[in-house]
């Protein structure tokens, strides 16, 4: 038997209505699924997280997240594979990622996060700054420099590429470019956080990281979360086209990053590291 997958749209039945005319229509939406992310180390396995996400780049989003949370790093991974747990249905075996690791299962019960996230918030919880210094070197040392007319620009390039959003309006992107104003790799996801995890695990997976030659734009607001999977990829430049919130500026200047937020037209507010914009 075949199984369909979910795509990162699906179709429906709408009523619009406009200035008091109804019409029957379609319209596509932006897929909202479940994703169990499981370890596998031998015969052992575990689930280490939860996440709501647009089904697409399933094992980068699971090796991102590992990654960005220090659980698994790019020497770690033996395989991503999906789920053949014949006790679930057939179209929730791709609900579920299983990471296959090289060597023992690491211990995280020592963790601070609770690893049941979602589209809104990502991981719930948060780190605090003094428990990232164990694991994430300052970024300050890092050469990248990008000028304001590249920066103006990023937003309309990004918004250009995001193909599943322009069919929905209903997705979150993030993409990496070059100080140059290249796009080098965008990812959509209903959760903003999970597609920088997205990119994160690309980067990975093709052995690109640490990236402190890219910077990364946001669609919505710059969160603690989103800096935190930056600063683990060595990502020295966030951009958001809105506000960054008081936890993610306090660990921009703690750790050498610059954060750009409210990035649209031709202005732009830097709260971190001004000096990387010249």
Not at 21 to 31: E, H, I, N, V, W
Not at 158 to 169: D, E, K, N, P, S
Request: hydrophobic share 40%; aromatic share 6%.
């Amino acid at each position: 038997m075949t199984v369909k997958r979910k795509g990162p749209t699906t179709m429906i039945r709408v009523r619009e209505v406009t200035a008091g005319a109804a019409r029957d229509r379609r319209d596509d939406l932006a897929t909202e699924e479940p994703m169990e992310i499981r370890l596998k180390s031998g015969a052992e396995s575990r689930t280490v997280a939860i996440t709501m996400r647009t089904p697409g780049a399933d094992f980068e989003l699971a090796a991102g997240f590992l990654y960005g949370e220090g659980i698994a790093g790019p020497g770690d991974i033996g395989g991503i594979a999906y789920c053949t747990d014949e006790d679930l249905a057939p179209e929730e075996r791709y609900n579920v990622v299983t990471v296959h690791l090289r060597g023992a299962m690491p211990d995280i019960a020592h963790l601070e996060r609770h690893f049941l996230t979602s589209s809104a918030c990502g991981v719930c919880g948060s780190s605090s700054l003094d428990a990232l210094k164990d694991r994430c070197p300052p970024l300050t040392a890092a050469p990248l420099s990008v000028v304001p007319d590249v920066l103006y620009g990023l937003p309309e390039t990004l918004r250009a590429a995001q193909g599943v959003f322009g069919r929905t309006g209903g997705l979150h992107a993030a993409g990496l470019f070059t100080p140059e104003g290249r796009l080098v790799a965008l990812r959509e996801d209903v959760g903003r956080h999970n597609a920088v995890d997205k990119l994160a695990g690309w980067a990975l997976m093709n052995g690109l990281l640490p990236l402190d030659g890219h910077l990364l734009l946001v669609s919505g607001r710059a969160s603690y979360e989103i800096m935190q999977k930056a600063l683990t990829a060595g990502i020295p430049l966030v951009a958001a086209v809105s506000a960054p919130s008081s936890l993610a500026v306090d660990l921009a200047r703690e750790f050498g990053m610059t954060l750009v937020g409210f990035l649209r037209g031709e202005r732009f507010n830097i709260y971190a590291g001004a000096e990387r914009v010249t």
